[in-house]
């Protein structure tokens, strides 16, 4: 993946520190790369070491800062270790991507998989509250504001059949986002989700073939323009959140999904 050259000559995120967890593929990736190709320190959190290490890797050889710490954000101390990493490598952390996800689940309600609802939850709604806590923490005790971004779903304007304990975790990102925003607007850290909808990406590759559908057959059905999202459409939403040209919004939640509601 290259960094975007138009990106190369404006730096507004220069002497910043973002955490993203989860990216070592997918959106989490790209929101990496672009964030690095604005100028920040990118500390990649993610489970899966070799992707996370080959990520941190890509943007060091394009001239980037980036630092790998193999993380599990369904560990409260891990989760804890890899921020105080972020501290001890870059002096500071001013924004955070809480990406990190789980796969969707594939059965109806009725006949929930109580081990991989289990799961799901521990990674895709416990982990982004893990994520809050420890950031939370380092950014109130640095005293100079923050940005933080939930990753959301579309799921949550209108769920996708078959994948409860998905869709229920993304529910719950949002109201821990909202409650973090509003406890934290004193501090000046802002918190927001970010609403993805369809992307082509791991995760979607492996939920398609799982349901026997292909590309074609949902590209119509995911949102009025007809296709899937690149990883890089969802990571310039999250470079916007990121910024200060965002200021005035926090506790918001943010469809980037090309009108999924009205198909
Ligand atoms: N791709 C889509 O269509 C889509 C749509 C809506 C929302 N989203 C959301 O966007 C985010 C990224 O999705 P993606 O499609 O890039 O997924 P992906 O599967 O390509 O990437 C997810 C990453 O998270 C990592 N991860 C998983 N469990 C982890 C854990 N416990 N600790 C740390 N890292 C862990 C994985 O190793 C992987 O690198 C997720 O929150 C997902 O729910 C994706």
Request: hydrophobic share 45%; with cysteine.
């Amino acid at each position: 993946m290259t960094i975007p050259s138009h990106l190369l000559t404006i730096t507004p995120l220069a002497g910043k520190t973002a955490v993203v967890t989860g990216a070592g593929g997918g959106i989490g990736k790209a929101i990496a790369v672009l964030f690095a190709s604005a100028g920040a320190n990118v500390v990649i959190a993610e489970i899966n070491e070799e992707a996370g290490k080959q990520a941190a890797a890509e943007i060091q050889s394009s001239g980037g800062h980036a630092l790998f710490v193999a993380t599990d954000v369904s560990k409260s101390a891990s989760v804890q270790s890899m921020v105080q990493a972020a501290l001890t490598r870059f002096g500071g952390l001013h924004v955070a991507v809480n990406n990190a996800a789980m796969q969707c689940d594939t059965t109806p309600v009725s006949e929930l998989d109580e081990d991989y609802w289990n799961k799901i939850i521990s990674v895709n709604f416990t982990g982004v509250a893990l994520c809050l806590k420890w950031e939370l923490q380092a950014m109130i005790a640095q005293g100079s504001g923050g940005s933080i971004i939930n990753m959301a779903s579309a799921t949550i304007r209108k769920p996708g059949p078959q994948m409860p304990a998905y869709t229920a975790a993304k529910h719950g990102v949002l109201g821990l986002t909202r409650s973090a925003a509003m406890e934290n607007g004193v501090h000046k850290i802002r918190v927001n989700a970010l609403s993805p909808g369809g992307t082509m990406t791991e995760l979607t590759a492996t939920g398609l073939e799982k349901l026997g559908l292909t590309e074609a057959d949902m590209a119509s059905r995911i949102g009025v323009l007809g296709r899937f999202a690149k990883p890089e459409e969802i990571a310039h939403a999250a470079l916007w959140l990121a910024l200060d040209t965002s200021s005035y919004i926090t506790g918001a939640f943010m469809p980037v999904d090309a009108g999924y509601d009205l198909v």
